[in-house]
């Protein structure tokens, strides 16, 4: 069983940078892929990015250039830096996590979810 808790989400203006946490319980995270999610009111859930055990990256397309998804095995700890923050960005953002990079990446059916953290962006 792995538990997710996120931290660092809020309000920042547009054009402004934002760095949300994920920490993971368990003591196998390297082998797990990470990834971030995010929920707009209104809408379905989204796919934002994941790192998977080896480091290789995937953005959505929205995202891309934007945000930069990291991980430090070592404190069992996923960061989604957000950079150049626009309010389309506004959502709640959920941390996952599964040891198939593709249920996170394609199929958006991560085994563990984060309870999510509000990240809001002023016009």
């Known amino acids: 069983q792995v538990q997710l808790v996120e931290s660092g989400g809020g309000l920042v203006q547009t054009g402004g940078s934002l760095g949300l946490s994920c920490v993971a319980s368990?003591?196998?995270?390297?082998?797990?892929?990470m990834g971030w999610f995010r929920q707009a009111p209104g809408k379905e859930r989204e796919f934002v990015a994941v790192i998977d055990w080896g480091g290789r990256t995937y953005y959505a397309d929205s995202v891309k250039g934007r945000f930069a998804i990291s991980r430090e095995n070592a404190t069992n700890t996923a960061y989604l830096q957000m950079n150049n923050l626009k309010p389309e960005d506004t959502a709640v953002y959920y941390c996952?996590?599964?040891?198939?990079?593709?249920?996170?990446?394609?199929?958006?059916?991560?085994?563990?979810w984060g309870q999510g953290t509000q990240v809001t962006v002023s016009s």
């Open positions: 368990g003591r196998t995270f390297s082998t797990y892929a």
């Open positions: 996952a996590a599964d040891v198939w990079s593709a249920k996170i990446r394609l199929h958006h059916t991560p085994s563990y």
